[in-house]
């Protein structure tokens, strides 16, 4: 049973356009999430995250927003570039530093 | 560089081999993880440390697999008779608060 979900393999935008990817989770324990970018033959890296007692968090581009009772966030990117195109990873972790479970990836290509 | 660092970052085996693979962590942070990913997949926990502790297993870790963290410091994950399902990247993360640093993963191919 998947805990958390990216429904989307993929998204296509266009340059300068807002990217808008999703994220689903089942388990109410959650409390932490985060968000990695991951290039081929590359470990992911490391993007943004929110505390499940925020429901926003902004990192110059990057904007994460959280909707706990719809256990629901995105990962909002504005303006989008070409250099943005890479899979992103929705990850979560339980109280402490626990490990991540992650979805499945969306797969993001910004178009010039 | 002051990141995570994985050697190898490719390794070739025939079924039936023993790997062992190598991180080692961004100096300061006390934990360190496992995760293994497959295509199409995102990373999955196998294991992990705090300091030279090894705090949690996950099922996948058959016990073909071990790892060490000796002295806190860096980390080895050894495969027994490897299978051909073994074939992944295997990622290694670090920390010292809620955000994991990612290294640049050993890409295993049994064949």
């Known amino acids: 049973d998947q805990q958390v979900k990216q429904n989307s393999p993929s998204l296509s935008v266009q340059e300068g356009r807002i990217s808008i990817l999703n994220c689903d989770y089942t388990n109410s324990m959650f409390d932490y999430f985060l968000w990695y970018k991951k290039y081929p033959a590359e470990g992911p890296t490391f993007l943004i995250s929110?505390?499940?007692?925020?429901d926003k968090n902004e990192d110059g581009r990057f904007t994460v927003f959280l909707n706990k009772s719809a256990k629901h966030l995105s990962l909002h990117i504005v303006p989008s570039q070409p250099g943005d195109s890479a899979v992103y990873f929705c990850a979560a972790s339980e109280s402490g530093n626990t490990p991540l479970v992650f979805g499945k990836g969306t797969r993001l290509s910004v178009i010039a | 560089d002051t990141g995570v660092s994985q050697n190898p970052r490719h390794k070739i085996t025939k079924r039936g081999q023993n790997v062992t693979f190598r991180c080692d962590p961004i100096s300061e942070h006390n934990r360190l993880y496992w995760y293994r990913q497959t295509l199409g997949q995102g990373p999955e926990f196998l294991t992990y440390f705090q300091n030279e502790a090894q705090l949690e297993k996950s099922r996948l870790l058959s016990d073909r697999f071990s790892a060490e963290r000796p002295k806190g410091s860096f980390s080895t994950l050894e495969i027994q008779r490897t299978e051909q399902g073994d074939s992944a990247m295997y990622l290694c993360?670090?920390?010292?608060?809620?955000?994991?640093?990612f290294g640049p993963g050993t890409r295993l191919t049994v064949l």
């Open positions: 993360a670090s920390s010292l608060a809620r955000e994991q640093f």
């Open positions: 929110i505390s499940s007692i925020k």
